[in-house]
Each structure stands twice: as structure tokens, then as C-alpha cells.
């Protein structure tokens, strides 16, 4: 029996939705809307200024990660000015603003991946069996990785620097150790940035976008995109990244 995850009414008394892996009636969904606008709770602003969120604090090191929510005002900025077509973050995420001696530089997030990626469950080799939204809880999709104010092989000390970090604050946020954790690069990139850092190439998407729409995201449709490439990292051991 399928019940709402919140009120707990069963399919049977109400229309259920499938939202992110879970189940929700459409009481809850709506009491659920924040009423507010933007990209999933992602309010941007074209006004906001990088140098108001410099920190002296942090002004003697070379290269620092500041964890932020997806609602931090210049993360959404840069976010939005990079992938101006999202919906905005949903599910799982740990989001950082990338800083170089005290001056915000950049952006690097990882969120909850797709569901039931067949390459994603040979690469980690999932059970199958296991319901897709459990399996997706075992590693995450580097959703966003942009670096304004660059140098010469800054990205991948940063890339280096967030998957050990992502490793140890998943584990206390969400009470879990990744398996390891996913990204898509759409050509002309490469991923050279990632196989520098010994990520793994495991193939390519097929191509097929699905785009939510409507006031909830319940509902789905499907079109041809440009087809991506898939890398792949893996944890080695517990506690070693």
C-alpha cells in the first residue's frame, strides 16, 4: 500500500503524487507551497554584489570552501547566470561558494543524482533490487561547478578540496557514507578537469531531457537534448577519499 509520506493517507483515500522518490496527496502538496517565486526556492537577484560577501576571516588562505544553502544570494546569482533554463536545486545537497584569500571565486555544488541510471547502478554496482530513491541516496551528482575568477589548474585543486569535504559532511548530515559521486559534461568539454582527478569516463547519456512543468512539477514530458558525458568517482575506502 502506497501512503502520503506526510499526512499518511493511502492511495486508496486520495490521488497520490510521486515527487523526488517519495509520495505526497495533493492536501499536502499544496499546504507544502511556500508561496514564493523563483527557482525552487531560488530567488535571484541580477543586483547582488560578489564583493559584499568577501570575508577577511578567510583572507590568508588560498583556497577555501564555505558551505551555503542553495537560497545564499550569490550562489544563486552565479547558479542561475550558468543554467539559466533550471528549475533550481532539489533533493539532497551540499553547496559551496569557492573563495581565494578571503574573495568569493565560484560556485561547486553536488545534489541527489537522476533515478535509476543503469550506468550509475554497474558503475557502484547497486542492487537492482532496491528501490531507486534508496540507491540515489548512496552518492551524489556534481550539479554546478563554475569558477569565475580563475587561474592556471584552480580547478582541479578545487575539485580535489570539495570531494573530500562532501564525503565527511554527508556522512553528518545525512547519517550516511557515499559510495562515491557522478557529473555530466556536455561537449565541446571534455572532462579533462575530471579525469585529472582520476575520475572515471563511464559513457555517455542517451539524450533524452525530462522537463517538469506545472506549479508543482508532478507533471513531466520528454525531448530529444544533447546527448552528455558521464564520469564517475569512487570513495575507496571508508573515511579515505
Known amino acids: 500500500m502506497i501512503v502520503c509520506y506526510k499526512c499518511g493517507v493511502s492511495d486508496g483515500e486520495a490521488k497520490l503524487y510521486s515527487t523526488f ?50 537560497s545564499h544570494k550569490l550562489f544563486v546569482k552565479w547558479f542561475i547566470e550558468h543554467y539559466p533554463e533550471s528549475k533550481g536545486i532539489v533533493g539532497r545537497q551540499i553547496n559551496f561558494l569557492i573563495y581565494s584569500y578571503g574573495k568569493p571565486i565560484g560556485i561547486i555544488g553536488f545534489a541527489s543524482p537522476p533515478l535509476n541510471y543503469k550506468k550509475f547502478n554497474e558503475f557502484f554496482n547497486l542492487d537492482e533490487k532496491q528501490k531507486p ?92 537534448g544533447d546527448k552528455k558525458y558521464i564520469y564517475g568517482y569512487k570513495y575507496k575506502n571508508k573515511n579515505i577519499y
Open 21 to 70: 522518490g517519495k509520495y505526497i496527496c495533493k492536501e499536502c502538496l499544496d499546504k507544502r507551497k511556500t508561496g514564493r517565486q523563483g527557482h525552487s526556492g531560488m530567488i535571484y537577484d541580477p543586483n547582488v554584489k560578489e564583493e559584499d560577501f568577501y570575508d577577511n576571516s578567510i583572507a590568508n588562505k588560498k583556497l577555501y570552501l564555505k558551505q551555503v544553502p542553495k
Open 133 to 224: 530513491s534508496e540507491n540515489a541516496k548512496l552518492f551524489l551528482n556534481n550539479n554546478v561547478f563554475r569558477i569565475v575568477h580563475t587561474e592556471k589548474n584552480l580547478g582541479t585543486q578545487v575539485l580535489k578540496l570539495a570531494r573530500q569535504q562532501v564525503y565527511d559532511i554527508y556522512k553528518e548530515k545525512y547519517n550516511q557514507e557515499l559510495l562515491g559521486l557522478v557529473t555530466f559534461v556536455e561537449p565541446p568539454r571534455t572532462g579533462a578537469l575530471y579525469k585529472a582527478d582520476n575520475w572515471i569516463y563511464i559513457g555517455e547519456t542517451q539524450g533524452i531531457e525530462v522537463k517538469r512543468r506545472g506549479d508543482t512539477w508532478i507533471e513531466k514530458s520528454y525531448m530529444q
